[in-house]
């Protein structure tokens, strides 16, 4: 199962993703919880993409486009994986289906989660991420049992830099501009599904659930 999670910062992907990749047994491959981990590390990379995910800037094609390349040819993901945040421009989505043709694979299904701009915001304003595990909570839809403290790991839960308003506003005017069109081109290659993103995660992960069947 090799499946695209596509919808705006916020629409609840990567919250999808972590359910799914216990469904399926499938890693999920994040391009923003990579380019955190190097910001986190300091690496080259991180320092190359800092000022861009800061700004809530996309980063550069080449930059993304070379890290999945890598990270989609590792063992773990010869049985696919659900790729979260990634494409996010048409040449990004070019260079997928290059990468996979070169290993002798396709896409198998596009999803698109969609979230009235509004809820998004007040999503993304609340979110809380943990440090330990990824895992995401919201200070009011979906609190953690302790506050500040992740419900699995017990990590401290922190918001992210680009999670303040002025930010949220910028890269939802990013997304509509250059990551908006990848609807309608995995829907005219036939792979896309629209999943309504409004609701409660469960109702939502039965949305992806059935969506998947019908693949
Ligand atoms: P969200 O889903 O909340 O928008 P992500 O964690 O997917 O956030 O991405 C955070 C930031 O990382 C983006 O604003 C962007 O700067 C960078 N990023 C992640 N994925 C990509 C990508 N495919 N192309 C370019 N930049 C990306
Ligand atoms: P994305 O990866 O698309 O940027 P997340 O999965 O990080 O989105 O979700 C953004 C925020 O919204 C998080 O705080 C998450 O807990 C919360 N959230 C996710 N799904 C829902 C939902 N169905 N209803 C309300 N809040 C949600
Ligand atoms: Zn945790």
Redesign the pocket.
Known sequence: MRIVLL?P???????QAKLLTGRLGVPQVSTGDILRQAVANGTQLGREAKSFMDRGALVPDEVVIGIIEERLRKPDCAQGYIL?GFPRTLPQAEALSRVLASLHASVDGVLSVEVPEEDLVE??A???VCRGCGN???VD??PPLQAGRCNTCDGALYQRDDDKEETIRHRLRVYRDQTQPLVAYYDKMGLLTRID?R???EE?SQRVHRALRQR
């Open positions: 919808g910062p916020g629409a609840g992907k990567g919250t979260d999503r993304l609340g979110r809380r995401m909570y919201h839809t979906n993103g609701g409660t995660i939502i």
